[in-house]
């Protein structure tokens, strides 16, 4: 089922030779990516395989409804790329960790409400999404676009750096860990044991966002 998310080689061609914001992100996610770094820290943790499901799917989602969203990819904003040195600059980047920070935070309160709505799979779902900014911390660090796509061209890219997908792992399993304790053992059990359906369908998601992939990722498919 999560295999249809997957790229064909034709789709990353095209998808590596256009300038989206966050472009990068196709060379290593397609490899060794979201889906597998998810997998591998859930069980880990013991997640059921219904869990693991619904988290390794959610994770790869970012890039599908908020691609152009620079802070769910850990990127600056584009124009940070273009700034020469000084307090402007150091200001826009300081606002692109703020904004990263609210977005994962925005995430987690989403994760709250679904467990107070005893929603369980849903809570899996902003868990699995969550992770997805962590891991692109891993590569991007905070790297705007355009300067990603530049190293992208000299063949020096980032997200194909195998201490970067270190960095990834290591990111999951320590917001695993952070989210077991400010849970505690019970709630948090409660996600790991869950029983029920996999991972969400696209219109299930769709209902969450209140709209479908993000629309240059829709155009890009298309194309
Ligand atoms: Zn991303």
Same mark, same amino acid.
């Given at each position: 089922? /999560? ?12 998808l ?6 966050? *472009?990068? %992100? ?6 060794i990516g ?6 591998e820290?859930?069980?880990r943790f *013991? !997640?059921?395989?219904a869990? #693991?499901?619904?988290?390794?799917? +959610?994770?790869?989602?970012p890039?599908?409804?908020e691609?152009t969203l620079?802070s769910?990819?850990?990127? /600056?904003?584009?124009k ?9 600059r150091?200001?826009a ?5 703020d904004?990263?920070k609210? %977005?994962?935070l925005n995430v ?8 107070v709505d005893?929603?369980?799979?849903v ?5 699995g999404?969550?992770?997805?900014g !962590?891991q ?10 355009p300067?990603? +796509?530049?190293?992208d061209s000299l063949k020096q ?5 195998s201490?970067? #997908?270190?960095l ?11 989210i ?5 053992e *019970?709630?948090?059990d409660?996600?790991r044991n869950w029983? *029920?359906?996999g991972?969400?369908s696209?219109?299930e998601k ?10 240059s ?7």
């Amino acid at each position: 089922m /999560s295999e249809l998310w997957r790229f064909s080689k034709d789709t990353q061609n095209t998808l590596n030779k256009t300038r989206l914001p966050s *472009g990068g %992100w196709i060379n290593l996610w397609l490899n060794i990516g979201h889906y597998e770094v998810t997998q591998e820290a859930a069980e880990r943790f *013991g !997640f059921s395989s219904a869990a #693991v499901d619904i988290l390794r799917d +959610a994770s790869q989602d970012p890039d599908f409804y908020e691609f152009t969203l620079p802070s769910a990819h850990a990127q /600056s904003p584009d124009k940070v790329a273009f700034m020469p040195p000084g307090p402007e600059r150091d200001e826009a980047i300081q606002n692109g960790i703020d904004a990263y920070k609210e %977005w994962a935070l925005n995430v987690c309160s989403k994760i709250s409400q679904a467990m107070v709505d005893k929603d369980t799979r849903v809570a899996l779902y902003w868990l699995g999404y969550v992770l997805h900014g !962590f891991q692109d911390l891993g590569p991007h660090g905070g790297m705007p676009n355009p300067e990603h +796509a530049a190293l992208d061209s000299l063949k020096q890219s980032l997200d194909d750096d195998s201490s970067n #997908v270190q960095l990834s792992r290591y990111y999951t399993q320590e917001f695993l860990r952070h989210i077991r304790e400010v849970l505690g053992e *019970g709630e948090f059990d409660l996600l790991r044991n869950w029983d *029920g359906d996999g991972n969400l369908s696209k219109s299930e998601k769709e209902d969450l966002f209140g709209h479908g992939w993000d629309l240059s990722v829709e155009a890009v498919i298309d194309f």
